[in-house]
Each structure stands twice: as C-alpha cells, then as structure tokens.
C-alpha cells in the first residue's frame, strides 16, 4: 500500500507547474491592495501621484514591476495549459504543456526588461 502522500509525484513537471501557477496567483492576490493603493494616489491629487511616481521609477521598483509581469504571464500561461487538459482532446502533451508554459513566462519577462532597458 502507498502513502497518502506520495513524494515520487513532485519530481514530475506538472506537478511543479501546478506549484508555479497556485505560488504566482497568491503573490498576485497580495499585489492587489498595494496597486489599489497606487491607483487611490490619483484619486488624491496630482502632487500625490507625482510623488509615488517618482519612487516608482527606481531601479528595485522596475525591477518588482519586471517580476510582476513574469508572475502575471506564468500565470495567465499556466490557467490556458489548466483549460487545455481540462477542455482538450487527452493526448499525453503535458510535459509540453508545461514547457510551453514556463517558456512563455521568460518570452514575457525578457521582452518586459528589454522594454524597460531600451
């Protein structure tokens, strides 16, 4: 008899692109408030905005800004792979699925710094 918790099924990828998606959606839940309040900023005049927009042109900011996006595609990448088991004629493409996903994250995110770069 197995334990309930079998170890040998976090070696696989989908495991690890379950992780990934479940890990990247609650870093984005707590991001949430913090843009709220980013956007609360404009709500209170423009010296407000003017101020929290310098601080947010410094270099840890646009770097938290290029994580949020990588997050934000992992995620978004991840939910489709999620439809497309769910909804998709089975086929045994998880693995590539799961690639598909995590090269689309870095597609996103070294097209986001180039951005912020040039």
């Known amino acids: 008899m197995r334990p309930a918790i079998d170890f040998r099924a976090r070696a696989h990828p989908a495991w690890w ?3 990934v998606h479940r890990l990247s ?3 984005l839940a707590a991001f949430l ?5 980013a956007l609360g900023r ?3 005049g423009e010296a ?11 270099p840890l ?8 996006v990588v997050l934000l595609a992992l995620h978004a990448a991840g939910g489709v792979r999620l439809l ?3 909804f998709g004629a089975w086929s045994g493409l998880r693995k590539d699925l799961v690639a598909a996903t995590a090269g ?3 597609l996103a995110g070294l097209a986001f710094a180039l951005a912020l770069i040039g």
Do not use: M, S
């Open 17 to 19: 692109a379950f992780l």
């Open 25 to 27: 959606g609650l870093a």
């Open 33 to 37: 408030p913090l843009h709220f309040w």
């Open 42 to 44: 404009a709500l209170e």
């Open 48 to 58: 407000a905005l003017d101020a929290f927009l310098r601080f947010a042109d410094q």
């Open 61 to 68: 900011v646009k770097a938290a800004e290029w994580g949020l």
């Open 84 to 86: 497309v088991i769910e």
């Open 104 to 106: 689309f994250g870095v």
